[in-house]
């Protein structure tokens, strides 16, 4: 049995030991981990994720009570009520899923009494978008269970406003479009202003190193640096009152415009983000394997423009190049920790893996963990189908 097979049927144990008898349908969606394009799908650019082999499974069935969530995630306390007529943020896990719930009742779906469990194998604080997955696998659910049509784009972007407007983090929308779109053997091309989803070929693997140094967005540094791309692109627009959105300037406009010369490093690390997104996609549209070339100028430019790097994920980053075989390597999600993705012959990347987490640890001090990966499916029905009567 394969892993996402088995968090699946860990989500049905899940629910049959909290809740009695077989859910309806357990549906699953993707952790990812993104190749190219960060910080900025809040700043209207351009990215390229892919979703991985790490996946949150739901399990759902109807129940006849009121209408109330009853949910339970394995070892984390029990069976929790979430009721639908007075949804509330608490700062537990349960709030990205009464999240979704309150953006889907806002929009006018009837959600009965729902029971629900859930596994995962997306490991959180690691920036491989767990909150996403565990979003968009309940509202996929929910969809699914009702007969809904699934709607891709549309669930990610309500389960971004979730995030935003219920948990409180200012995210952008590439980690749930690409839990909701992930297709297998492709890369997203995601553009944000306004939110499209283009498969390209992608079928090399790449690894993924945790630094085992969590890290969370609602206590990093992440909503200051929303707040100095705003003022980025307040400053260009008196340049250039047309432009739409910080990532659409061009660095003729930024050399224009008078702004903190830290706000001007972080705009130009979006900037130039969005150029090297495009250099990739037209690479991969040609049949060429990924330049290791450009990820390793985004992570410098995440290191010194955007000061979101940390001494782990540059060590591992460094130690990486040195890897005959290894083509790029740079930090990936938002930063401050988490993990690092590397780029090279799968050969190369499977000897890496072991002399890194040891060479690692004796340096830095924390017991790194390491996947290799290839893009997969985005959210889909592991169990079950259609809607419960």
Not at 109 to 136: M, R, T
Not at 157 to 181: K, Y
Request: aromatic fraction near 6%; hydrophobic fraction near 45%.
């Amino acid at each position: 049995m394969g892993n996402d097979a088995m968090i699946a049927e860990e989500a049905r144990d899940h629910f049959i030991k909290s809740f009695g008898g077989e859910p309806t349908l357990v549906v699953s969606a993707a952790g990812r981990v993104n190749l190219i394009g960060e910080h900025v799908d809040y700043n209207g650019g351009e990215a390229l994720p892919i979703a991985i082999q790490r996946r949150t499974a739901v399990a759902i069935r109807r129940h006849d009570g009121a209408a109330t969530t009853r949910i339970n995630s394995g070892g984390t306390g029990g069976v929790l009520t979430l009721d639908h007529a007075r949804l509330a943020r608490k700062r537990k896990w349960t709030d990205y899923p009464a999240g979704v719930l309150d953006q889907l009742i806002g929009a006018g779906i009837e959600v009965p009494g729902i029971e629900v469990a859930v596994a995962s194998d997306v490991p959180s604080g690691s920036g491989l978008s767990s909150s996403a997955a565990l979003e968009v696998a309940f509202g996929f659910a929910v969809r699914s269970l009702l007969g809904l049509p699934p709607e891709r784009v549309a669930l990610a972007l309500l389960c971004q406003q979730a995030e935003r407007q219920f948990v409180g983090v200012p995210c952008g929308a590439m980690d749930q479009l690409s839990a909701a779109c992930g297709e297998r053997g492709h890369a997203l091309y995601m553009h944000f202003d306004p939110a499209t989803v283009r498969p390209v070929p992608f079928t090399e693997s790449v690894l993924i190193v945790d630094t085992a140094v969590p890290r969370s967005l609602r206590v990093s540094a992440y909503s200051e640096r929303v707040d100095e791309c705003a003022a980025a692109l307040a400053a260009i627009r008196v340049v250039d009152p047309a432009v739409p959105s910080l990532a659409a300037a061009s660095m003729e406009q930024l050399a224009a415009a008078t702004m903190d010369p830290i706000v001007r490093r972080r705009a130009r690390h979006v900037i130039s983000e969005c150029g090297r997104v495009r250099a990739v996609v037209d690479a991969l549209a040609a049949g060429r394997r990924f330049p290791g070339e450009l990820a390793v100028a985004s992570h410098e430019s995440l290191r010194d423009d955007y000061a979101c790097s940390s001494a782990e994920l540059d060590w591992i980053v460094e130690y990486a190049l040195r890897a005959p075989g290894v083509t790029g390597a740079r930090l990936t999600g938002a930063g401050w920790g988490g993990c690092a993705v590397v780029f090279g012959e799968p050969g190369a990347l499977e000897a890496l893996q072991h002399p890194l987490i040891r060479d690692y640890e004796q340096a830095m001090g924390h017991k790194a963990r390491a996947w290799l990966v290839t893009a997969d499916d985005g959210a889909r029905v592991e169990a079950g189908g259609g809607a419960s009567g």
